[in-house]
């Protein structure tokens, strides 16, 4: 077990704007498939906050007249998923708090890999805790006046945090966007009329009718206030980048684009690339909606085996509707997908997803491409095996429950009962991207999921091994 929960989120700010509560609404309304287990806002009219926080879906928290009252130009908005354990309103964000500095709100999206060891720090200096989220961390340190014998500032706070942060942070007066140094997860800017926005991904963008203007860098901070926007780097520019390739693969939208490449578009090739990798004779080609769509049209372009969409997806299951019980997974997939029989029976059917974690969902695809009767299934996924899991704010679970990391090809392909099984390579993973091959001195992205590959010292996890009575003693206590 990790000592923090991991979670994975969508950030939204906006500053300058008379409408900023009903925009930052929006914006978390296409940032929903970052998280669908709480969302928040608070706004700031420059002498006070004003938030609002709950349970489940964007369209389900803010309801009636709860914008309304939700004055100021300023706002800063969060949508939050989390594993079991953490499902807490009080986890929810964005987080606020009052210090000598004045008030501040924080939403963040990524995860801290060495959160424990700071808290413990923080805790032993007396600091009191509200919550069991990682970001917290961040407030308390930019809370502190001063810092190893220093006055504290918002880059030395950066400077203590390890692993995954995109941030927006909201003072009475201003709006600030950081990304951590490696850039693991996405945060671009934008503007609407005279406002700033800042944006998980450029679909929120989109969504209020603002235009994209850049991503923010990794490493930069902007601040944005009344003389404008202000920009600075508080890492050295020679620091590793390491945005992470599986937003790319299944977490980010597909009407996104990330640092100038469309998701679609990449996600296409990437299913092009497959099929040149791996063909197979076949009849059809049909994608697992909606994470597969986009690889499957690729592999059917390419490989000129006509595209079905067989399977019907049930839109109006949410993510709520998961529980981590083997027997409701199982269960899960059925109520999500239904396949039409006459599209696939008696043919030889490629089913392209983008990615296996457990295993479960590809094994009950491929029962079901049985019980309708189709003579062959060839499964292809549009990414390499997921051999280790993520630290940085995409919810892969512990290794052993990794179908990769526990079985070989052979033995994975047995697991879901396909007639044959392939995953794209990783050199063939960055050729999709348009490179020539991973850049093994240098990786052009993370891809520790499919490489163990992490950019980053894993703090907490070897404290953990180290000692995994005392830290689990701590993750009960909190
Ligand atoms: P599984 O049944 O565990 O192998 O799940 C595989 C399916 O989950 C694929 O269709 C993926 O699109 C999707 N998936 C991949 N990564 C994640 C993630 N971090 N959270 C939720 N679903 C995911």
Known sequence: ?????????????????????????????????????????????????????????????FKGNVLHDMVGPIAIGHTRYSTTGSSHLRNAQPLTGSCARGQIAIAHNGNLTNAAQLREELEAKGSIFQTTVDSEIILHLLAQPTMQGESNNLVRSLHRIEGAYSLVIMTENELIGVRDPYGFRPLCLGQIDDAWVLAS?????DLIHAKYVRDVEPGEIVV?????????????????????????????RPDSTIANRSVYKVRVEMGRQLAREFPVAADVVVPVPDSGNCAGLGYS???????????????????????????????????KLNLIEELVKDKRVIVVDDSIVRGTTSRKIVQMMRDAGAKEVHFRIASPPITHPDYYGI????????????????????????????FLSVDGIYRAMGFDKRDAARPQFTDH????????????????????????????AI
């Open 395 to 422: 919810d892969t679970p512990e290794r052993d429950k990794l179908l990769a990391a526990t079985h070989d090809l052979e033995g994975m392909r047995q697991f879901i009962g396909a007639d044959s099984l392939a």
């Open 224 to 252: 944005i206030n009344r003389n404008g926007l202000s920009s600075m780097q508080a890492f050295p520019q020679h620091h590793r980048r390491a945005f992470c390739i599986f937003e790319y693969v299944y977490f980010a």
């Open 449 to 476: 999921c499919f490489t163990g590959d992490y950019p980053t010292a894993l703090t907490d996890l070897a404290a953990q091994e180290a000692s995994p009575r005392q830290l689990s003693l701590l993750a009960e």
């Open 1 to 61: 077990m990790n000592y923090y929960p991991k979670h994975y989120c969508g950030i939204f700010g906006i500053y300058g704007h008379p409408n900023a509560a009903e925009l930052t609404y929006y914006g978390l309304y296409a940032l929903q498939h970052r998280g669908q287990e709480s969302a928040g806002i608070v706004t700031s009219d420059g002498k006070q906050f004003h938030e609002h926080k709950g349970m489940g879906l964007v369209s389900q928290i």
């Open 301 to 335: 372009l390419e490989s000129r085996i006509p595209y079905e969409m067989a399977f019907v997806r049930n839109h109006y299951v949410g993510r709520s509707f998961l529980q981590p019980s083997q027997l409701i997974r199982d269960f899960d997939v059925r109520v």
């Open 201 to 205: 991904e450029t679909c929120a963008l």
